[in-house]
C-alpha cells in the first residue's frame, strides 16, 4: 500500500463502493458504511461512513453527513463533512455546506452558506490533470 498523501480525494478511494448509477433514481433514507457514489438521482437524506462522490451527471436533493465528499454534479440540500470536502468545476450547489476543509475549482457555482470548520480558508484550484475524477 502507497502511505504517500495524494491531493485529491478520488486518488484515495480503494474499496468497491455503493453505486447510484446513471439513469437510477432513488428515493428515501439511506445509511451506508462504506464509499457511495451517485451518478442517477437521489432524493432523500444520507448518512455516508466513507467518502461520497456525486458524479458530473448525477442529481441529489436531501442533506448529506459524510467523511468526505466530491461534488461533480447538481445538489440541492445540506452538506456536512467532517473532513475535507472538493467542489468541481461542474458542480452547481444550492444549500449550506459545512466542513472541516474545502477547495473549490474554478467554475463551480455555490449558492448558500458555507462554514469551514478548521478555520482555513477555501482553497481555490484549477486542475491540471486529465483522466480519473475528471
Given at each position: 500500500m502507497n502511505d504517500q498523501p495524494r491531493r485529491r480525494l478520488v486518488d484515495r478511494s480503494a474499496a468497491t463502493p455503493t453505486l447510484v448509477g446513471s439513469g437510477s433514481k432513488m428515493n428515501g433514507t439511506l445509511n451506508c458504511a462504506s464509499d457511495l457514489v451517485v451518478s442517477g438521482d437521489f432524493i432523500g437524506n444520507a448518512t455516508v461512513g466513507g467518502s461520497v462522490t456525486l458524479a458530473e451527471d448525477g442529481m441529489w436533493e436531501?442533506?448529506?453527513?459524510?467523511?468526505?465528499?466530491?461534488?461533480?454534479?447538481?445538489?440541492?440540500?445540506?452538506?456536512?463533512v467532517s473532513e475535507r470536502l472538493e467542489i468541481r468545476k461542474s458542480a452547481r450547489i444550492r444549500?449550506?455546506?459545512?466542513?472541516?476543509?474545502?477547495a473549490i475549482e474554478t467554475g463551480a457555482v455555490v449558492d448558500g452558506d458555507m462554514a469551514i470548520t478548521s478555520g482555513k480558508p477555501v482553497v481555490r484550484f484549477e486542475e491540471k490533470r486529465q483522466g480519473k475524477g475528471e
Open positions: 436531501g442533506d448529506l453527513q459524510t467523511g468526505n465528499a466530491i461534488i461533480c454534479g447538481r445538489f440541492v440540500g445540506d452538506i456536512q444549500g449550506t455546506i459545512r466542513a472541516k476543509t474545502i
